[in-house]
């Protein structure tokens, strides 16, 4: 089964045999070796110095990396600004009000690019804002959020970026050191092709151990993860095999000429989806200069319902994701993360010809 989901996603055959790797206690030093390879390849990927960045190491999906994220360098009797254009910027909010974070957001309509002026506005009106939250890529719609231009104006405002990059971290631009983040969340199981169950926060070491932050959670306070992490032990348990999958994947992900390698990668098979619906007239939901290279939304073609499309096409050997809220009739989505191949992308839009346009399918 191809998935074009995204995440968790399909497997090369040397991350699945890492899953079986040697069973390990995690208070030993070979677990503790494990997970300092990963904390250093994660740095790696951004090219980013362990003296001034730390990869913090979680248990959980992309959005306990996320909430960590939030609750832990948020100061206190601050104000944390969200911009919200899609489900997960709007989950970030949600977030800040579980844990009591004195919250204000910018909302736009679902897919639209950030307005910088309204985050400005947002930015001058409210004095006690230190840190601004953003989604890097977001999934509902695929848009991909211009980080470098919101940076700058966070920056004169003295406010830092926190970023959910957790489907964009290793596949897209990333300039961490330049665009005023203070912290960025990822996971294994999307753009580093590893395993689900792992998640992390790349954070500056100076805004984690800031003397403005105290705990807000304790199984996700990552000031706390950082030190035992530090020291090669772990606060709690970790997934061990799991990391074994992440610590193939990212050696997977080096070899073949990290991000910007795979950036090129899903672009290809990106483009290569886009311009094949297209012809058998399949909308994108946004322009490609638009969406990020891992995912694309499209509109549901009239001839089919969604769940018509999404069974004809998984009978087929392939899975597509429903869109989200109010797009949940009208759009689909594709990914092109994971162990996918041009082989791959060439069989589904076969598939695609056969179910739109029956007429010029082969077997015909």
């Not at 470098?148 to 990059?165: P, S, T």
């Not at 304790?218 to 530090?230: F, H, K, P, S, T």
């Not at 311009?275 to 058998?280: A, I």
């Not at 001839?303 to 018509?308: E, F, G, I």
Request: overall charge negative; aromatic content about 6%; glycine content about 8%.
């Amino acid at each position: 089964m191809i998935l074009l989901n995204p995440g968790p996603v399909n497997l090369s055959d040397g991350v699945r045999r890492a899953l079986a790797g040697p069973d390990l206690c995690h208070r030993e030093p070979e677990f503790s070796d494990l997970q300092d390879t990963i904390r250093r390849g994660l740095l790696n990927v951004y090219g980013l110095a362990q003296e001034h960045w730390a990869a913090v190491l979680l248990a959980g999906s992309g959005t306990a990396a996320v909430e960590a994220m939030l609750a832990s360098l948020t100061p206190q009797k601050s104000t944390l600004l969200v911009i919200e254009n899609g489900v997960y910027g709007e989950r970030m909010t949600r977030m800040a009000g579980v844990h009591g974070i004195p919250c204000r957001s910018v909302p736009h309509a679902w897919g639209a690019a950030i307005d910088l002026k309204a985050v400005t506005q947002a930015l001058e009106g409210e004095r006690d804002i230190t840190h601004v939250a953003v989604v890097h890529h977001e999934t509902t719609t695929g848009r991909l959020n211009e980080l470098a231009r919101l940076g700058e104006i966070c920056g004169r405002h003295g406010a830092q970026l926190l970023v959910d990059a957790v489907s964009s971290f290793g596949a897209e631009a990333l300039d961490v050191e330049n665009w005023g983040i203070a912290a960025c969340a990822g996971t294994a199981n999307k753009c580093l092709h590893g395993a689900p169950g792992v998640s992390f926060v790349i954070a500056r070491r100076q805004a984690l151990f800031s003397s403005s932050l105290a705990p807000r959670t304790l199984y996700l306070d990552l000031a706390n993860a950082c030190r035992e992490q530090d020291k090669r032990g772990t606060a709690f348990t970790q997934p061990v095999h799991v990391m074994h999958a992440l610590a193939q994947a990212l050696e997977e992900f080096r070899d073949a000429g990290g991000w910007p390698a795979r950036h090129r990668l899903y672009s290809d098979l990106a483009r290569t989806v886009r311009e094949g619906v297209l012809r058998l007239g399949v909308e994108p939901l946004l322009s490609a200069q638009e969406t990020s290279v891992v995912l694309s939304a499209y509109r549901v073609p009239a001839v089919l319902d969604y769940d018509a499309l999404h069974d004809a096409l998984k009978a087929r050997g392939f899975i597509i994701y429903a869109g989200q809220g109010q797009f949940r009739d009208n759009l689909f989505r594709v990914s092109t993360m994971g162990a996918v191949t041009s082989e791959d992308i060439e069989r589904l839009l076969l598939a695609f010809r056969e179910l739109l346009r029956p007429g010029d399918s082969p077997a015909h």
